[in-house]
């Protein structure tokens, strides 16, 4: 490359020499053919539309305490955050509670089962049908991570989902974190904060909705 690149800029410095007066003319009527051109280029659409197309989808959890927004993390974790969103577009979510709230720690929710408070005893162990593969990743479990919960199985995520409230570093590298809050840690705080049975489940059903904005 560098030999090729040599000749080619020793053929240039040659050619310019001979050239001399009629080079540096020609020269000149580029640059001014160039400055025209540089001003009458208008801007080119696709590049208006790809900034359009780059904007990130977020999710907005409502309660009754207010929202919660979270920004996702699609490089890393691409197939637990299209499976959320897919369940969100249905509304699978609606109307399901965070059925468990440790303080200090996290706020889980997501299970299907919850939206029925005569079955508490079932709250945690719904899911929207298939599983999930672990898609462990470098972003720790700090406050405000958003991460999959599952069973013993690494690769058995669903639906439910949860929330740190504390750093909880202890879970990295065996749970999966697709996302994090931007807005919105105050009413995770106060949904924490609900008094809640021996199974940490809120006595007063910490109901949600979420879309995708």
């Known amino acids: ?3 090729r ?4 800029m020793f053929a240039v410095a040659a050619a310019c020499w001979m050239a001399g007066a009629q080079a540096a003319h020609s020269a000149g009527e580029a640059k001014k053919a160039a400055q025209t051109e540089k001003k009458e280029s208008p801007v080119k659409p696709e590049k208006a539309e790809a900034k359009v197309s780059a904007k990130e989808e977020m999710a907005v959890i409502a309660t009754k305490h207010g929202k919660i927004k979270i920004k996702f993390f699609p490089d890393v974790a691409p197939k637990h955050v299209e499976s959320m969103k897919k369940l969100i577009r249905q509304k699978f979510y609606d109307g399901t509670t965070f059925h468990r709230v440790i303080p200090g720690f996290m706020i889980q929710g997501g299970d299907p089962n919850s939206k029925d408070p005569t079955k508490r005893q079932q709250h945690g162990t719904g899911g929207p049908g298939y599983t999930v593969p672990a898609e462990f990743n470098a972003h720790s479990h700090k406050r405000g991570i958003l ?3 599952r069973s013993a199985d690494p690769n058995s995520a669903g639906s439910q989902f949860f929330i740190c409230v504390g750093d909880s570093t202890f879970l990295d590298g065996q749970y999966t974190a697709f996302g994090e809050v931007v807005e919105g840690m105050d009413v995770a705080d106060k949904v924490v904060a609900e008094a809640r049975d021996r199974n940490d489940n809120p006595l007063s059903p ?8």
């Open 147 to 149: 991460s999959m919960a």
């Open 206 to 213: 910490m109901t949600m909705t979420i879309t995708l904005e």
């Open 5 to 8: 690149y040599s000749a080619a």
């Open 1 to 3: 490359m560098r030999m």
